[in-house]
């Protein structure tokens, strides 16, 4: 077997973990869909009370808090999305919803920017989200707050402001399928390992940015995420 790469791999992804001198290594990016009702009431939809669902993205698409990041290629309706990041620490298969939160390492502020007439149009035509939400800087990242810190998220806002003036705000008691609930679901479809990130949905409020706009997301006890957007390449 050769031993030797045709041309340099990427870097491997990573974030800053609050207090810690030492880097999360990013394995996959889980991202939950409707898991706020008055979210999917926004976008026409109805949440599924049957189960979750997912989309994944790169992790070659993420971009770090204060970044500023063009205007992502081929849509004309880039969204904002403001959500929690659950971190996991440890292997989890099939595990139970009681004893998922063993396996959470920590928490982050996270970005999903989507390109939403490119979701649209994969809904129209009954085809993947791939294009609407698989992109370059299509996940803002701030740092991972270990769980340590974090010992409960019970009344915890979640909110996102662009230019300073709010856009979305809610708690993160409004989830659907709460982050222990979506970890012990998950794992039945999955080998969760440790660097596996999961975003767990957005709130009401979504909406379209432009150039020069600012994004600031923070939800309680976390550091917060920032994004400048920038002209478009």
Request: proline share 8%.
């Amino acid at each position: 077997m050769a031993s030797e790469y045709l041309f340099p791999p990427q870097p491997q992804a990573a974030l800053a973990v609050v207090g810690e001198d030492r880097l999360f290594p990013v394995a996959r990016i889980f991202c939950v869909g409707r898991n706020y009702v008055e979210h999917a009431k926004e976008m026409g939809n109805e949440v599924d009370r049957e189960a979750p669902f997912y989309f994944l993205k790169p992790t070659i698409g993420m971009a770090h808090s204060g970044a500023t990041a063009p205007y992502a290629l081929g849509t004309r309706d880039l969204h904002h999305e403001m959500e929690l990041v659950v971190a996991i620490g440890e292997p989890a298969f099939r595990i139970g919803a009681e004893q998922a939160q063993s396996v959470v390492y920590g928490y982050a502020c996270g970005l999903d920017m989507t390109r939403r007439d490119l979701q649209q149009d994969g809904k129209d035509k009954r085809r993947p989200w791939d294009f609407g939400k698989a992109f370059e800087n299509g996940a803002v990242l701030g740092p991972i707050t270990p769980a340590a810190s974090v010992p409960s998220l019970d009344g915890r806002s979640i909110a996102l402001k662009v230019n300073g003036v709010p856009r979305q705000s809610a708690l993160l008691d409004d989830l659907v399928w709460k982050v222990d609930e979506l970890i012990s679901h998950l794992s039945r479809y999955y080998h969760l390992m440790p660097g596996d990130l999961i975003f767990t949905g957005t709130p009401a409020g979504v909406g379209p940015v432009v150039v020069g706009d600012v994004l600031e997301g923070a939800i309680d006890g976390l550091e917060p995420v920032k994004l400048t957007i920038g002209p478009a390449e």
